[in-house]
């Protein structure tokens, strides 16, 4: 049976889960490791089988990770500071923006820049300091406009055929 004919409440194997999220199966095993928030049910010869709220939270870990460029410490931060719901929905596509922006306005909001109470300090475990994320947007938003001018500057197609 393949996983189209399967139900969406069906249990799913390590390796169909693997082919639906495009990572090794070793991969999902070692973010069981890393994220506790993963619980997959274990059969006999400890055979591994996902429900389908376990698949959203390894999609959810995946975006992060894969597409907004998170370490395995910055989504267990994620994981505690937005909570396993946060990390599920995301995986669903019920989140709108991506996870980074959402992160971004999170910390935005408790470092005292946004509408909300600000949080306590941060941490000594935190991995960057409200200086250096601040410095990091700044040039991130400096990349984007430099972005922006080369693609206005490039050269039309017919003067590139010539190299």
């Not at 601040?134 to 590139?160: G, H, N, Q, V």
Request: no cysteine; proline share 4%; hydrophobic share 35%.
């Amino acid at each position: 049976m393949t996983l189209q004919q399967k139900s969406p409440e069906a249990f799913r194997t390590i390796s169909e889960v693997a082919s639906e999220l495009d990572v090794p199966q070793h991969v999902l095993r070692f973010w069981e490791s890393k994220f506790t928030q993963i619980k997959p049910l274990k059969r006999g010869g400890g055979r591994r089988y996902y429900r389908p709220e376990d698949v959203d939270l390894l999609r959810g870990v995946r975006a992060l990770l894969y597409n907004d460029g998170y370490t395995i410490k910055g989504v267990q931060k994620v994981f505690r500071e937005q909570g396993v719901r946060f990390v599920a929905e995301a995986g669903r596509g019920n989140v709108e923006g991506t996870i980074a922006d959402l992160a971004r306005e999170t910390v935005e909001r408790q470092n005292g820049n946004g509408e909300e109470e600000p949080a306590e300090e941060a941490n000594d475990n935190a991995p960057l300091s409200v200086r250096a994320r601040r410095e990091l947007a700044a040039i991130a938003d400096r990349l984007e406009a430099l972005r922006e001018e080369l693609d206005d500057a490039a050269m039309p197609e017919e003067e590139t055929a010539e190299y």
